[in-house]
């Protein structure tokens, strides 16, 4: 895979319709199931912080269309947001319920609403700025061709843990050869990442399986 490839998408049966179905019908199911603790969580950033309980920043979606996701408010309310900022899990602007909510990744769920309304699916490249988006290159641009995902192939392999380079090669991956059983995989190890965090799973692209591919 290099930068001088002409970009394709996956044209599996599942990427093509089934994938958008299953989200739909899974992401109402999980609003119910998922109640149960972002009930809880919304109230415990009411209380925890003056704010609202949602933090909502332009991202890039599919073929470079703005949208903006939830997100539980996971900083301090009068902080002015720095687009180009690196916000680590230490940072002093983040609250003590907001560290316990980005380490469980609790305050991406509401993610789902966005799932519902078709701006996002539950696998797939993470959303990213448009100010990091607009300096894409050819090869950078290809994860904009599928919606952007809760979570994904990249979030799975390292995430924070290794280099954006690094993830990007997995998003374009992902983007060309996604199907029924990759989702069905990134969809439980992510449940590992989350229990034991980015970095026990972090592997450069090259040392990956797929690379061979």
């Not at 925890?48 to 309980?53: E, R, Y």
């Amino acid at each position: 895979m290099t930068g001088n490839d002409q970009p394709r998408l996956s044209r599996t049966l599942w990427a093509r319709g089934l994938k958008r179905a299953f989200d739909l019908v899974a992401s109402l199911t999980g609003l119910v199931l998922v109640s149960v603790v972002l009930l809880p969580a919304m109230l415990a950033v009411k209380l925890s912080s003056p704010g609202p309980f949602f933090f909502m920043q332009v991202r890039t979606g599919r073929n470079g269309r703005a949208f903006r996701p939830f997100k539980l408010r996971t900083m301090r309310a009068a902080r002015t947001p720095d687009p180009k900022e690196i916000v680590p899990l230490d940072h002093p602007e983040i609250t003590a319920v907001g560290k316990l909510l980005r380490r469980l990744k609790i305050d991406e769920l509401p993610q789902i609403l966005n799932v519902v309304k078709g701006d996002m699916a539950l696998i797939g490249p993470r959303p990213t700025l448009p100010d990091q988006t607009d300096k894409y290159d050819a090869f950078q641009r290809r994860r904009l061709l599928a919606r952007p995902g809760l979570t994904g192939l990249a979030q799975v392999n390292g995430n924070a843990a290794i280099s954006w380079d690094e993830r990007i090669k997995y998003d374009v991956y992902y983007v060309e050869h996604h199907g029924f059983w990759m989702d069905i995989g990134i969809l439980f190890k992510t449940v590992l990442v989350v229990a034991r965090g980015d970095e026990h799973f972090a592997k450069p692209f090259a040392e990956s399986p797929y690379a061979a591919k």
